[in-house]
Each structure stands twice: as C-alpha cells, then as structure tokens.
C-alpha cells in the first residue's frame, strides 16, 4: 500500500453529497502539497482542489461553491466535500501529492509535477 489511500466514493442521485478522505498518515515529507485530481470517462485527468502544508488552498474555478477542502492535521487527512453534485462531476477521483509547496492544479499538464498518486475511488451520479 501506498502513502495515500481514498475513501469515500460511492454513488449519488443528482443534488446529493459526498465527502471523500485521503488518508496521507504514512506520507513522509514534512513540506508538501495535498490534492484531488479527477478523470472523467473519456477525457483527461484534471486537477479539483489542493492545499500545500501551509495550509494554503487552490480550488478549480469551476468547482468553487460546491466543493469544499479541508485537512485533518492530526493525522494529515486530506477532505474533499462534494455538495450537489452534477453528472459531470462523475469521475474516478484521486489523490495526489508532491515535495514541493507549490501546488499545480489547473495549469496545462499539472498532473505530471506530483510524485505519488493513490489508487483512486469512484464517484457516480446519477441523474
């Protein structure tokens, strides 16, 4: 097992939540950058929110207002909370993290700067 492990997914109707975990307890680095990305069927992996170990917090524009996120210090779990959710955010999300603090998240290709990724859970809503 992996320094990052997803928990949460599961299937929603149109308007309902979730609230997706990704446990970061076994990542080793004290200066570091937390993220969700999510793949869609048929399209690219995007990223949706990250928070570096300031605390500092990027957040997909498009996403804003329905997404929230938030980290547990005690443990450093990551909390993506998903509120009306549409069938466009059906996607495998994943969590993802790098060394760095600064944390890519809408930039061209910003999947390709974090180092480990977890196995990624499914999030399915339905209309």
């Known amino acids: 097992q992996g320094p990052l492990v997803e928990s949460g997914g599961g299937s929603v109707q149109t308007g309902g939540s979730l609230k997706l975990s990704c446990d970061g307890s076994?990542?080793?680095?004290?200066?570091?950058?937390l993220a969700w990305f999510r793949r869609a069927p048929g399209k690219e992996r995007l990223g949706v929110a990250s928070?570096?170990?300031?605390?500092?917090?990027r957040m997909r524009d498009s996403l804003r207002g329905r997404f929230t996120l938030s980290k547990e210090r005690a443990n450093n779990t990551l909390y993506l909370q998903m509120n009306n959710l549409q069938p466009d955010d059906t996607a495998m999300y994943y969590c993802a993290a790098r060394d760095q603090l600064n944390c890519p998240l809408q930039s061209a290709n910003a999947e390709a700067y974090y180092q480990f990724w977890g196995q990624g859970i499914h999030v399915t809503v339905s209309a």
């Open positions: 928070m570096d170990s300031d605390g500092y917090i």
């Open positions: 076994r990542y080793p680095n004290s200066r570091y950058c």
